[in-house]
């Protein structure tokens, strides 16, 4: 190959390489939501940190309410109704009985959705009961760990920068 056509390729896969991954993300965006809540149901946060407040240091239950006073028959109920479980995709550990997993009725994870705004994927928690959540645990909730960043990289990530490279002539 002469210096022409290594150099339109080079020009090939500069001019598209950004819009290739954020078309990647924008593809695969169903399985970045599906990691994203496998973090969560783990107890993590897209910063691989566990979730807090825990139940035993939560002040919601310090407030005036049904669960006054009761963070101990709180976490027995949540231990009842979604029990600890590693994650299937990530392999995740399951989180510790004390970490919330910001499951209740389910609603928060349905109302979660994921869409392209110009070049980034936006992860948004809906409007029920999600921008509460999020402002209560943090922003981190609904980013991908570095375990989600990993694998969603191995499985989808590379082989379409692969396939990239290959249209662009760099083989």
Not at 35 to 58: H, K, V
Not at 148 to 158: G, K, P
């Amino acid at each position: 190959m002469d210096i022409q056509g290594v150099y339109d390729i080079i020009h090939k896969i500069a001019d598209g390489f950004e819009e290739t991954c954020i078309r990647c993300l924008s593809d695969n965006s169903g399985m970045v939501l599906q990691t994203i809540t496998e973090q969560l149901w783990c107890g993590l946060d897209g910063e691989s940190n566990y979730l807090e407040p825990t139940y035993d240091d939560d002040p919601y239950f310090d407030e005036e309410g049904p669960w006054y006073h009761q963070a101990k028959e709180y976490k027995a109920w949540k231990l009842a109704i979604k029990p600890p479980s590693v994650g299937t995709i990530l392999g995740l550990p399951p989180r510790p009985d004390n970490v919330p997993n910001l499951f209740i009725n389910g609603k928060f994870y349905s109302d979660i959705t994921a869409f392209r705004s110009g070049d980034e994927l936006v992860i948004d928690p809906g409007i029920g009961d999600g921008p509460a959540i999020v402002a209560k645990y943090g922003d981190q909730i609904l980013d991908m760990g570095s375990t989600a960043v990993e694998f969603f990289n191995e499985t989808y990530m590379l082989p379409d920068i692969a396939d990239f490279f290959n249209e662009c002539g760099y083989k």
